[in-house]
Nanobody, 115 residues
Framework: QVQLVESGGGLVQTGGSLRLSCEAA????????TAWYRQAPGLERDMVAL???????RYADSVKGRFTISRENAKNTVYLQMNSLKPEDTAVYYC?????????WGQGTQVTVSS
């Protein structure tokens, strides 16, 4: 497993933007598929965006066109740029890294969008 540390959450108004960062400790980051998930109170943890080691991306329908996932392998970091935020985006956002079936999670960062 790899240690993941998220940052960048906070409180923002509807229509605002935030950028989340997730830094990984350890080797082989460039080979890992990394993803952002989110979990709102009382709901399941759902995938928001995913990026493979070779840069392919996938997004949940609810965030397409608003969120962008990217990675900077030299810094062992994956980002989630969130624009046009909505109150329904309020959740704890978790970073995930997967390598050969072994999955690691960060501690989560709270994102709150006020109406």
């Amino acid at each position: 497993q790899v240690q993941l540390v998220e940052s960048g959450g906070g409180l923002v108004q509807t229509g605002g933007s935030l950028r989340l960062s997730c830094e990984a400790a350890g080797r082989l980051f460039s080979s890992m598929t990394t993803a952002w998930y989110r979990q709102a109170p009382g709901l399941e943890r759902d995938m928001v965006a995913l990026i493979t080691g070779d840069g392919r991306t996938r997004y949940a329908d609810s965030v397409k066109g608003r969120f962008t996932i990217s990675r900077e392998n030299a810094k062992n970091t994956v980002y989630l740029q969130m624009n046009s935020l909505k109150p329904e985006d309020t959740a704890v956002y978790y970073c995930n890294a997967n390598y050969l079936g072994v999955s690691s999670w960060g501690q989560g960062t709270q994102v709150t969008v006020s109406s």
